[in-house]
């Protein structure tokens, strides 16, 4: 069993930035993929960022250039930097673990990220 904490979300201007931090507990943090997702009001949850467990990483179109994942599997621990925030950033962030083969799958409560001047 993982457990998923997200923290760093808040309110920032355009143009601003913000790191959201996603602490895992339990074992084997190394052997899973991490990702981050957001929700905003109306719409379907869609994926930002992932990272794998060799540190490949991908991003949506919407963000490439200003978000960027990285992970330390010492400290458990799966950040997204976002900068050069956008009013259309504004959602619920959720952080994803996936075990790389059992396939098991977590997510963690969300943190909610507001863009506005």
């Known amino acids: 069993q993982v457990q998923l904490v997200e923290s760093g979300g808040g309110l920032v201007q355009p143009g601003g930035s913000l790191r959201l931090s996603c602490v895992a507990s339990?074992?084997?943090?190394?052997?899973?993929?991490m990702g981050w997702y957001r929700q905003a009001p109306g719409k379907q949850r869609e994926l930002v960022a992932t990272?794998?467990?060799?540190?490949?990483?991908n991003y949506a179109d919407s963000v490439k250039g200003r978000f960027t994942i990285s992970r330390d599997n010492i400290k458990k621990t799966v950040w997204l930097q976002m900068n050069s925030l956008k009013p259309e950033d504004t959602a619920v962030y959720y952080c994803n673990g996936r075990h790389s083969y059992l396939g098991n799958n977590y997510w963690g409560q969300g943190t909610q990220v507001t863009v506005s001047s």
């Open positions: 339990g074992s084997a943090f190394g052997a899973y993929f």
């Open positions: 990272i794998t467990t060799n540190g490949n990483t």
